[in-house]
Structures are given as structure tokens and as C-alpha cells.
């Protein structure tokens, strides 16, 4: 029989490698319902290890809430609330994934990396087969195999992030072929990706690992080889056939996220909020981007001067608790792999956004938090702030489900919208609104359903309509200042109701928010000549 101990190292584990498989399986997307679901397994066991555990407050406990309070801080003065909220639902359910991964013995936290590693074999199983079926099409489609696709640096950034978790487990000595055969059909399929940061970080990653084994046969003409490799790869790619497009949009982006931040020094736009200010503050044209392509600078203008601190201090203590293990000599190969995988993914999101992706940001701070060690010691009896917890974990419940009961009623909506049934399809997006208030695009949707219903009647008796959809589109607004959409639709509703002096005034109000949009100019000069 298991000890309480143990028995609780076992739910950690069967808990947090579930959370793993869902969110892969939700196919590198953010679904509310699905975090909601991850953030409230895991709110509660943490609840639960919090009540039932002699633990300490650990370097990472202490630092982890530091960077998540300085991004809640962000929420308060953020434009689009309701993008800030979502964001801050993954970034806790991740910390306090990390915070339970630290409460396991390192033999099981070796045994969760088995989840992380299978999936990466089967998303490389995917890539592979995606690739050699439909080369020309590898990059495009619907379905689920081919949305993986679609996603394709994010792939790359999640089997990078695995790849040098694989030499753990060959380091055993177990089944040694078998995880050889999986690190180099991980490592080809990273190359089939096409990221070249991945690539050559894991091919570094290799020769790391080769040098440990220099004394056998053959060994160091195989790290020659390697490394002639390796500098051939970056020369021809970097050098020969390199595109340098990619740098100056890169540039673009970064200085867009420095102009955001220029506006929210301390606190940032709020965390996850990149994408809905970028139209804004885009300095020149460039394709509409939802992330900055650089972790550090994105966190700048989302959690501003206090937030990016905050999160360079908790990267510090990794390395400095690092460190401390080698210098002790405690599972020296786990701790120097794990030190391995976290660089590697950090300099990969310098120029990419898969630490941004729910999956990665999960594994990401899972792997992060295995270097630091919280003792899981059962106390003799339970804690009495039990009754206190109760209703606190039910009201939790009670307020996260919420937005989902939104989600479901707005959905209904936009089902009976495009059917053509306005004031039913209004009933059921007054409903959303009611469990989910800060959502500018229940509003938005309320108005075009009233100016739809305007415009059917075209009389006195619709003005009321009409009235109706420039009252939520304001709301929505309110809502979301920096969105150009929500001004255009606003102009819209003015014009076709023949205020043409409003209408030029909520397109010029677009204009301003969205500068490098031509179709907002030809709309203003369309109305100025009408």
C-alpha cells in the first residue's frame, strides 16, 4: 500500500501529465473552455498540497508569485480586458503546474518527462508523415493533422524543448537504442520544421551529449563530424541562402512592442495584449502579427519594466539553483539536461513566439521548475483553514465557469445571426453579456444584430435599431479604444442611417488607430463624397 507521501507524488503525476496530453491535444490553440478546465484541476490540487503539506516557500514559489502579481498589475490599466484575464488564466495554471512539479522526488519527475517525450515523438511522427505525403501542401489545410502543420514553429519550439530531455533517459541506460532511435527521429524532424534556431540549438545539444561519451571508440570523429556539420548548416544558411526579409520585419515588430511600451512603462499593455494593440502602434506596414517574436521584448510592452524584472529574476534563481546542484553533484545528468532545455527554448523565443502557446508556456515552467525542490511531507493533521477553503475553491468554480456559459450562449448567437433571426440571436448575446460584461465583441455582436434589424425595416419605427447599434458599438468601444474595426463598423451604422458628420468623425477616429489600413482612407473619402 502507498504511503501518503507517495500517493501524492502519484496524483501530482498522473495530474500534471493529463493537463499535458489535453493541451497538446487541443492543437496548440487557446480554447477558454479547456484552460478553464486545466487552470481549475490544477487551482485545486495546489489547494490541496497547501493544506496537507509541511512545505517550504522555495526561491521558485516566491519569485513565480512575484512575476504573476506584476502581470496582474497589467490587467488593471489594460486596454481589451477580457484578452489580459484569458492570458493571466494560462500563465497561473502554468506557474502552479511548476509549483506541484517541485513537490516530486527527481525519479518521479524523470517519470512525467516520459509524457512530454511520447508527445514529441508523435507530433515528429505527424511532421514526418505530413511531410513526406504532401510535401507541397505541408503548410496549408484544415484538418487536425494539417493545422499541426500550420503550426509549425510552435512544433519545432515544443520538440525543442523536449529534444535534450530524451539523453536523460538514454543516460540510464534503459532501453538505450529505443530513445537513440527517438532523439534522432525528433532531432529530423526538427529539421523538417525548417526553424533554424531549433535546429542548430538541439544539433548543440548533441554534441554536448557526445562529449561525454569522447572516451569510446570512434567517438570523437563522430563529434568532428558533428560539429563540421553543424558549422556547414549555419554558414549555408546563414550566409549562402540567406533572406534577411525576416530580420526587418522581425525589427518592425520589436520596435511596434518598444512603442507599447513607451505608453505603459511600468505595468505594461497586460499580458497576452501584444496583438490587439499592434494595428495601433505599428510604426509601418507590416502584416498584422500577434506576437513581437522575441519573449523578452513582448514582455516589455505586456508587463512593462517591473513584469520583465520580475521574470529575470526567476531565470537567475534557475541558474543559480543550478549551479548549487552540480556544484552538491545531486543527479548531476537530469539537472544539466533540464538547465539545457530551458536555455535552449529561451534563445529560441529571442526570435520566435512558441513560449506564448499554452502547451509550451505549460512545459515550458514544468521543466523550469524541476531544478528547484519542495519536500512533500504529509502533515500528522490537516490544517483548520479547511472550512475557509471550501467556499473560497466553489466561489473560484463558480466564477470561471462563467465565461464559459458566455461562450456558449454567444455562440448559439452567431449561430442564429447568420440564420437570419436578429432579435432571438440579440436574446441570446444579452445573455453572454450578463455572465461576461468586459467582452467587446458581445457588444459588437448585439449592434450589428440591431443595425441588421434596421436595416430590414428602414422606417421611423427602426430608428430605435439603429439607435440600439451605435449604443452597443459604443459600449463595445469602451471596451476595446484601440481596435479600428469597432470605429469602421461605428461609421458605418452613422452613415447608413444618414449622419454622415458622425460617420466621418468614427473613421477618422479608425484611421488614427489603424494608419496603414487603405480601405479605412477609401471609406472616409466614400462617405466625404457621398
Known amino acids: 500500500m502507498l504511503n501518503i507521501e507517495k500517493s501524492n507524488s502519484v496524483i501530482i503525476s498522473f495530474v500534471l501529465s493529463a493537463v499535458m496530453v489535453i493541451s497538446i491535444l487541443s492543437k ?19 489547494v490541496y498540497m497547501l493544506n496537507n503539506t509541511n512545505f517550504k516557500f522555495n526561491t521558485y514559489i516566491m519569485l513565480s508569485l512575484l512575476f504573476f502579481l506584476f502581470c496582474c498589475f497589467s490587467y488593471i490599466s489594460a486596454d481589451f480586458k477580457i484578452n489580459v484575464r484569458n492570458y493571466l488564466i494560462v500563465l497561473c495554471s502554468c506557474l ?23 508527445i514529441a515523438l508523435w507530433l515528429s511522427m505527424i511532421v514526418f508523415t505530413k511531410f513526406v505525403t504532401n510535401i507541397h501542401a505541408f503548410f496549408y489545410g ?13 512544433v519545432a519550439g515544443f520538440l525543442a524543448l523536449v529534444y535534450p530531455l530524451v539523453f536523460v533517459f538514454i543516460k540510464e541506460q534503459k532501453n538505450t537504442k529505443v530513445f537513440i532511435a527517438i532523439m534522432l527521429f525528433i532531432l529530423f524532424s526538427i529539421f523538417i520544421t525548417g526553424c533554424k534556431i531549433a535546429l542548430i540549438l538541439s544539433f548543440i545539444s548533441t554534441i554536448i551529449f557526445l562529449i561525454e561519451y569522447r572516451e569510446k571508440k570512434y567517438m570523437k570523429f563522430l563529434i568532428l563530424f558533428s560539429v563540421i ?28 512592442a518598444y512603442l507599447i511600451f513607451k505608453e505603459n512603462i511600468f505595468f505594461g499593455c497586460g499580458f497576452g495584449n501584444y496583438s490587439a494593440l499592434f494595428n495601433a502602434f505599428r510604426p509601418e506596414f507590416v502584416p498584422n502579427s500577434m506576437f513581437a517574436y522575441n519573449v523578452m521584448i513582448q514582455l516589455l510592452a505586456e508587463v512593462g519594466l517591473l513584469g520583465l524584472f520580475s521574470f529575470i529574476i526567476l531565470l537567475f534563481a534557475f541558474y543559480v539553483e543550478f549551479t548549487k546542484k552540480v556544484l552538491e553533484e545531486k543527479d548531476i545528468y537530469f539537472h544539466v539536461y533540464v538547465a539545457i532545455s530551458v536555455t535552449s527554448f529561451i534563445i529560441i523565443n529571442l526570435f520566435d513566439y512558441s513560449f506564448f502557446v499554452p502547451a509550451n508556456m505549460l512545459l515550458f515552467f514544468i521543466i523550469f521548475s524541476s531544478i528547484f525542490d519542495n519536500k512533500n511531507i504529509s502533515l500528522k493533521k490537516n490544517r483548520k483553514n479547511i472550512f475557509f477553503l ?6 473560484m468554480v463558480i466564477f470561471f465557469i462563467r465565461p464559459v456559459i458566455a461562450n456558449t450562449y454567444y455562440k448559439k448567437g452567431v449561430d442564429l445571426y447568420v440564420a437570419g433571426y436578429y432579435k432571438v440571436a440579440i436574446e441570446e448575446f444579452e445573455k453572454a453579456i450578463k455572465f461576461d460584461k468586459k467582452n467587446p465583441e458581445y457588444y459588437a455582436k448585439v449592434s450589428k444584430s440591431y443595425f441588421a434589424l434596421y436595416d430590414k425595416m428602414r422606417n421611423e419605427a427602426g430608428q430605435l435599431y439603429a439607435d440600439k ?9 469602451d471596451l476595446y479604444k484601440y481596435d479600428a474595426q469597432l470605429k469602421e463598423s461605428l461609421a458605418s451604422v452613422y452613415w447608413n442611417n444618414d449622419n454622415k458628420d458622425e460617420a466621418l468623425k468614427a473613421i477618422q477616429e ?21
Open 96 to 118: 502552479m503546474a511548476g509549483f506541484l512539479f517541485s513537490f516530486l522526488s527527481v525519479e518521479f519527475k524523470k517519470k512525467v518527462f516520459f509524457v512530454p517525450v511520447f
Open 469 to 477: 447599434a451605435v449604443e452597443y458599438n459604443k459600449k463595445a468601444i
Open 28 to 46: 496548440f490553440s487557446f480554447v477558454l473552455s479547456i484552460q478553464i478546465a486545466i487552470f481549475l484541476v490544477l487551482f485545486l490540487l495546489s
Open 142 to 154: 484544415n484538418n487536425f493533422y494539417e493545422n499541426i502543420a500550420l503550426n509549425v514553429n510552435v
Open 390 to 395: 471550501v467556499p473560497v475553491c466553489i466561489i
Open 510 to 530: 479608425a484611421i488614427k488607430y489603424d494608419k496603414y489600413n487603405s480601405d479605412y482612407e477609401e471609406y472616409y473619402y466614400q462617405i466625404k463624397n457621398s
Open 229 to 256: 556539420i553543424l558549422i556547414s548548416y549555419i554558414y549555408i544558411m546563414f550566409f549562402l541562402g540567406a533572406d534577411f526579409d525576416f530580420i526587418s520585419q522581425r525589427f518592425v515588430w520589436w520596435k511596434t
